[in-house]
């Protein structure tokens, strides 16, 4: 049966993630898997007991559990986000935030500036949308500001995503001067800042981590968090927060699309984080990941030495590797994955085609243990060689 | 700050849901409610122990985990609809499977055919993608043949949604003739089906049943359950089950839009209805609403006697009550509300307008006691009687 007819033509478009296709090889039990984004489930605490929770059995609101709401206006207030519990919409993870917000303010006629590269999930649904994804370069700091005031005169966008805390995929960091620059920008143009904030519990070392959100005087903001990379991802549980304007427009779209997020979920988040295991449960977090970075490091320096070009992330779970000259990531991929070691070409995270889009490896630390990763980087650097020569 | 520039023409145009706004009364403590779709919660059983489910708490399969995908099978298997694993989709209840739906196939250019009346939050998502609704009319049987078949040649519809058995808000169940007749008419045209049955375990009546995707031969089709009647809605878990030539298609959506389904409630669905508890607590179901809807029943006759029209519904939650000529049901939800008893007008779950939108009343029999509803009722009929003279 024929059935192309009955699809829409964003629907048509939709590539199936390649991280997610890649997910079916790692769970294989032979494989040594640097490619997913999953955190360790070793470092998971138990689920809180069900007796000490509220009853979640009924039908709940759509803009979340009062008491996760009542947390999550602590959590952003120690980051400098102060705001109130109407401005808050839990989401079946911050997935479902960018979903969210796109079906609210992106169609075909509208273009989203992204970082270049991106997280690729986030492309993914703006194109269901049917929006312009236009690429913004960046360096060392985030976004070239530069190209960000280019861009924003150049095509008019909607808003302006960025992952400023150790970004999915490269793990950059941006400066404090690159904030208010950007937040400066974004004021003097109007334009909408979507900020996407899902790993800035796991951070191993002294950096700024203010929201560019908190920084703006006057454009329109939404700022997105998750409990996923630091609790259970299997609850599908993170949110929105948004200036007073969005959080009518956002509810009713959440109401929609699926009436309500998990309630029991939102309620084992909800004592977890109010307890007091959870500041003690995120140090053991940046203690443990650290050491797995710095292993990892250790590792890339000591079996390819000056082949790759990387940086240490200064938290997150991912190294960002540069290929050598003329060595092509999906070979790499290809040819690992026959030694049983996955890993995860850059391209996918190219909103827009890139001269150079092959060159790169995402390399998640986060789920191998010590010896296991060292492991995987030596069948990766013996992979690297071969195709050097 | 003025972000109407910033929302799409659809989102700026969608409606909060009548229900849902009514359920902030709703929870307050002195009103008697029949105007929610919200199952008893003292039906509801305890969840099952953590530890006798699998563990939960990593990224899971965006199709769904695979025990409940297993118990699925076997669910619409007993129900006639063969199928296998691949062409189960977890949702976060039946509403997100709409929704998921509905961004496959529907776009401006798109008209879905519904039967009018028809559940309201379905027109939501339809329209939140642009698409036009087309009521069709219904007589006692179900959606009339010949006005559909009109409907088909007039308007060329991507689609058409039903709901067979028990349907939100008018009660309706399709004789088996009835069923037939559409599925010819359906093949004939090639028109895919959309149908939802999340209220047939909610039967009260020896009636068929019969899912009219069971009676397709040609035309595609995709069909909907849901555990939000039966178990515990506040774990938002339902299901599609799609000819196969949908299935890839759909598990892209579910991806992008939020990884997958909380699994934990999943599991503790699979684990429930995998039980020998599962028929038993459909039996106590039945049981316990058919007592009600039957005081509902004789309650409406003793007080309101020749005054309003309405059938017994053979199964689900709801009354479908037709008001005396010339009073209005927004005057009577208006009034009743003021005596502390809530009922929901007709009004919002006709997609069309209809002349006489008016004059109808949904009131759910499910949630009150029996002594509440008595006094309800009693209420209620003397608004009735009131706006009357």
């Not at 935030?97 to 991106?118: A, C, F, K, V, Y």
């Not at 029991?264 to 203690?287: R, T, Y």
Request: net charge negative; charged share 20%; aromatic share 6%.
């Amino acid at each position: 049966m024929d059935i192309s007819h009955l699809l829409t033509s964003h629907a048509i478009n939709m590539q199936a993630s390649l991280v997610r296709e890649l997910l079916h090889y790692s769970q294989q039990p032979d494989i040594l898997s640097l490619a997913g984004g999953l955190p360790d489930e070793k470092l998971m605490p138990a689920y809180p007991a069900l007796a000490q929770l509220t009853d979640s059995r009924q039908y709940g609101a759509s803009e979340g559990e009062k008491g996760l709401r009542e947390v999550i206006v602590r959590l952003v207030a120690d980051r400098g986000l102060h705001t109130t519990l109407d401005n808050i919409l839990v989401t079946n993870g911050s997935q479902q935030g960018l979903d969210i917000i796109s079906r609210l303010t992106l169609d075909e006629s509208s273009t989203i500036l992204t970082e270049q590269p991106t997280y690729l999930a986030a492309c993914q649904v703006f194109k269901l949308q049917g929006a312009n994804i236009q690429g913004v370069p960046s360096d060392s700091e985030g976004m070239s500001v530069l190209a960000l005031r280019n861009a924003i005169e150049n095509t008019n966008p909607k808003a302006v995503y960025l992952i400023p805390n150790f970004q999915n995929p490269t793990g950059h960091c941006y400066s404090l001067k690159r904030r208010q620059d950007i937040a400066a920008l974004l004021d003097e143009k109007g334009i909408l800042l979507i900020e996407d904030d899902p790993y800035r519990d796991l951070c191993y070392e002294k950096v700024d981590l203010t929201p560019i959100t908190t920084l703006l005087k006057r454009a329109p903001w939404l700022y997105m968090g998750s409990f996923s990379k630091v609790l259970w991802p299997g609850l599908r549980t993170g949110y929105v927060v948004s200036c007073a304007e969005f959080s009518p427009h956002l509810v009713k779209i959440k109401q929609a699309i699926d009436l309500h997020t998990n309630r029991l979920g939102q309620n084992m988040i909800a004592a977890f984080v109010a307890s007091e295991m959870f500041p003690a449960h995120i140090v053991k977090l940046q203690q443990s990941y650290k050491e797995k970075r710095d292993a990892m490091s250790k590792a890339l320096v000591a079996e390819l030495g000056e082949m790759v070009e990387f940086n240490t992330p200064a938290g997150g779970m991912f190294f960002w590797l540069t290929l050598p000259d003329g060595v092509s990531s999906k070979h790499i991929m290809t040819d690992a994955l026959e030694e049983n070691v996955l890993v995860l070409p850059g391209i996918p995270f190219f909103p827009n085609r890139h001269s150079q889009d092959d060159a790169f490896l995402r390399l998640s630390f986060a789920r191998l243990s010590l010896e296991e990763m060292q492991r995987a980087i030596h069948i990766l650097s013996n992979v690297i060689r071969r195709r050097m020569t």
